[in-house]
């Protein structure tokens, strides 16, 4: 149940390996409100072995984003599925939209005709070489999406997840090759999204920075608790 007194409708936006999924677990836990990632979605897919999934693993390899429409469809059908578009939900959104077409699509068609439109929009900003010492030290559980890191948040049990005990992996794009394309990919496409959404609903946005996860979460938090209030114990 959301510990949040107004329901809160959030996206994440920030550069691959920019923490995202730390501060979507944090928030998570924290307000007591669902998460959807977008890359998690896929990654599940492509365990699967279904038709997107195979899609999918070959453009994620190449660090290059999938076609605007297949996304819309995919967020759009799990968005229903979780009954996630009615005024009264809180959720947050990890990796889509990710480019503007897939932003006014999901406003115009999805959001906007279910009184669901975003109302708290996160730019994540960390330096360059942080990004890139994460990216050399990341692990993931793929069925959970949790994220670890082996500086600063190493598993308990070498190598396995700290709740299931399942073996963790590294990404395959986490390679600095196709990582160098995933930022190129970021900065062409994503960062454009910041514009968009200042211009949509400006009160929305909220930038915040800083190096690590310790830092970036308390502003969050706090940030959270100020826009949508929390409920007593
Ligand atoms: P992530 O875990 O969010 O970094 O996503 C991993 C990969 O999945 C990305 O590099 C893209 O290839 C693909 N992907 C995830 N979300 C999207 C999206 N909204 N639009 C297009 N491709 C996506």
Redesign the pocket.
């Known amino acids: 149940m959301s510990r949040l007194l107004k329901p809160a409708r959030v996206l994440l936006l920030g550069p691959?390996?920019c923490g995202?999924?730390t501060q979507t677990s944090r928030l998570l836990k924290r307000f007591g409100i669902s998460g959807m990632?977008?890359?998690?979605?896929?990654?599940q897919h492509i365990k699967d072995k279904t038709e997107i999934g195979s899609l999918?693993s070959s453009?994620?390899k190449?660090?290059?984003?999938?076609?605007?429409d297949?996304?819309v469809k995919i967020?759009e059908s799990e968005l229903r599925s979780r009954s996630w578009l009615s005024p009264s939900q809180s959720w947050l959104l990890?990796?889509?939209?990710?480019?503007e077409p897939?932003a006014s699509l999901l406003d115009s068609q999805i959001l906007s005709p279910a009184s669901a439109n975003l109302n708290f929009i996160v730019e994540l900003q960390v330096p360059h070489e942080i990004i890139l010492d994460r990216i050399a030290n990341r692990l993931v559980h793929v069925p959970s999406g949790r994220v670890y890191n082996l500086t600063y948040n190493p598993p308990k049990v070498e190598g396995k997840d700290d709740v299931t005990g399942e073996p963790l992996s590294r990404?395959p794009?986490d390679d600095p090759e196709i990582f160098r394309q995933?930022l190129v990919?970021f900065d062409k496409l994503t960062k454009p999204l910041v514009t968009y959404y200042e211009n949509a609903n400006k009160d929305a946005v909220f930038e915040v920075a800083g190096e690590t996860s310790d830092i970036i979460f308390p502003q969050l938090e706090s940030e959270m608790i100020k826009r949508f209030g929390e409920k007593a114990e």
């Open positions: 691959p390996g995202k999924g990632s977008s890359g998690d979605l896929l990654r999918a453009i994620i190449q660090g290059k984003l999938l076609p605007d297949v996304m967020i990890d990796g889509f939209p990710r480019t897939q990404r794009d995933r990919e």
